[in-house]
Each structure stands twice: as C-alpha cells, then as structure tokens.
C-alpha cells in the first residue's frame, strides 16, 4: 500500500520509496524526496513564481527520459499552475508553479529534473535574470568552463552586473546575474554579443556556435537559455546523471581554485553541509536591491 504523508495539511501518495534510482550508489526514490525536503528552503526561493519544465526519469538515469511543460495528468488541485505563452498559433498553455513545500513534494515524487525560465510567471518573457550555460566540449571539462568563467565574470562586472555561479550538475558551468525586468530579447542579444567577445578574446578555449565540429576541446557559450521559451536547471535539482549530482551554487574561491573536475561535483549529500556553511550562495538573484539594468546599448 503506497504511504500517505501528509505535508503542510496536504496529503500526498508517496510511492515505491525503496526504489533504486541511481543504481550506480543504491540512492533510492526515498532519499531523493529527503533531498528536495531538507532542501526546500533553498530550492524554493528558486523555484516559486515560475513555470516548471519537468525532465522525468522514473525508472533512474539508465531508463526512459522524457520532457513535459504541460500540466501532468492528476495533478491536485491545490498545486498552483499559471497560463504560459507559447507560439502566436499556440496560444497559452497551462504549467505547474511549485510554490510551497507540499507543491514540492508532489513534483518530486514523479521523479523530475527542476527546469525554469528566467522570468517569472506574472511577468512572462520578462527577464530577471541572465544566465551564460558553458557547455564543455571533450576533453574539455568544467576546468576550462571555470577559466572562461572568471573572463566573463570579469566582463560582466564592467558592466555593472553582479555574477553568480553554479554547477550544471552535469558537465558544465552556469553564470548568473540579477536583472531589472528586461525583455528577453534583448537580454539574450546582450549575451549573444558577450559570447562572441569571449570567442574573439579566448580563440583557444571559446566558441559561440553550437556547431558540433567547432566544440571539441573548447567551452561553448549557449546564451540562447535567456530566451523566453528556454528554461535552465533550477539551483538545487538534482540531475539525471549515473550519480545523484546536483546543481551546485559555488564560490568564486572554488571556481578559481578549480584544477580537476571532480572538484566541483557535488551529490545530494552535499548540499546540507554546504547550506549550513554557505548559505545560499544565489540569494542574490532574488534581492531586487541587487538587479541591475542592462547596459543602455544592448540589444540595439
């Protein structure tokens, strides 16, 4: 009999807890929703007004992965959900918005990567925040993801923009900055210019195009996640990897004094030590105190 639960006076179904889903270590389905629970503090500062993009993994890492914006079927109705723009000749479509603990629980329970936009729901295709995706091509790791980092934090700071950073979970490197609301276009030109700057000024280490002929040994700077439709793994998921890394925020000491891969892989049971130390390294992007303007010319 599956274990009802019960969640800030919601109930919620909670099944197969003893499943295995990351095979490779034995964490199980149970431990993930420990994760996202012992997490949420943080995770939700991230995840709350925007509309959710599930990359579902049921059966683990090595079974089927599949990718879903719309509402999944017997969702509760308690779990708020928003109108989302899509195409001109798509209309609108309904997303889940995981505003709360108990909200939490329930996506987590179907077994997702987080993935959001960089706006907000009541402010669609209104940026408020930037991020650079640095996408390392083999052999390239997130070594060289960290050396072009630390360029474009520097570029970016001439510009007047505070920048943060996290693991991808995965391979590479995220960047990201606080925005006054700034149409999506525009912040994704701005980012298409700083990626084509940091090709011009790091020939060696950096490419702009997602060219697959033109990735290897290099890190590719995908600006194209500021755009309205795109979404980027939200700080905190865990990602559908052999392991159960995370999307890790990190301090600049710890990207400057990267010399190995593995000194930026973070799993699950990372996370609560590093909270406790840290804090949340990316409070920043929510403080509007800390949101600055775009430069005046990008985008024109």
């Known amino acids: 009999m599956t274990p009802i639960t019960e969640v800030e006076g919601r109930r919620l179904a909670l099944s197969n807890l003893d499943k295995v889903l990351y095979s490779a270590s034995g964490f199980t389905k149970g431990e993930m929703l420990h994760y996202y629970a012992s997490t949420a503090g943080a995770l939700l500062t991230h995840l709350r007004n925007r509309p959710l993009s599930f990359l579902r993994f049921p059966d683990g890492p090595d079974g089927q992965h599949f990718f879903a914006k719309n509402v999944p079927p017997g969702t509760p109705t308690w779990v708020h959900t928003a109108d989302v723009p899509r195409s001109r000749s798509e209309g609108t479509a ?25 706006w907000q729901a009541d402010a669609p295709a209104m940026a ?34 505070s920048v ?25 030109a701005y980012a298409k210019e700083l990626a084509k700057e940091a090709e011009a000024e790091l020939s060696d280490l950096v490419v702009h195009r997602m060219t697959r002929s033109l990735r290897p040994g290099k890190v590719f700077v995908d600006f194209s996640q500021n755009a309205a439709a795109k979404t980027t793994a939200t700080p905190y998921t865990l990602r559908a990897r052999e392991e159960p890394t995370v999307s890790t925020p990190v301090t600049w000491e710890e990207v400057e004094a990267c010399g190995n891969p593995a000194d930026l892989v973070f799993l699950a049971g990372d996370i609560a030590p590093r909270l406790k130390e840290y804090g949340d390294l990316l409070s920043p992007l929510t403080d509007p105190d800390r949101a600055r303007p775009l430069p005046r010319e990008a985008g024109s």
Request: proline residues 7%.
């Open 128 to 161: 408020d925040r930037l991020v650079l995706d640095l996408d390392p091509g083999d052999p390239a790791t997130i070594v060289e993801c960290c050396r072009a980092g630390l360029w474009l934090r520097e570029r970016l700071q001439a510009d007047g923009l």
């Open 164 to 188: 943060h950073a996290k693991t991808s979970g995965s391979k590479g490197l995220h960047l990201l900055c606080p925005l006054e609301p700034t149409p999506s276009e525009q912040v994704t």
């Open 94 to 118: 309904r997303q889940v918005v995981v505003d709360d603990l108990a909200s939490l629980m329930w996506a987590a329970n179907l077994v997702t990567e987080f993935h959001t936009p960089q």
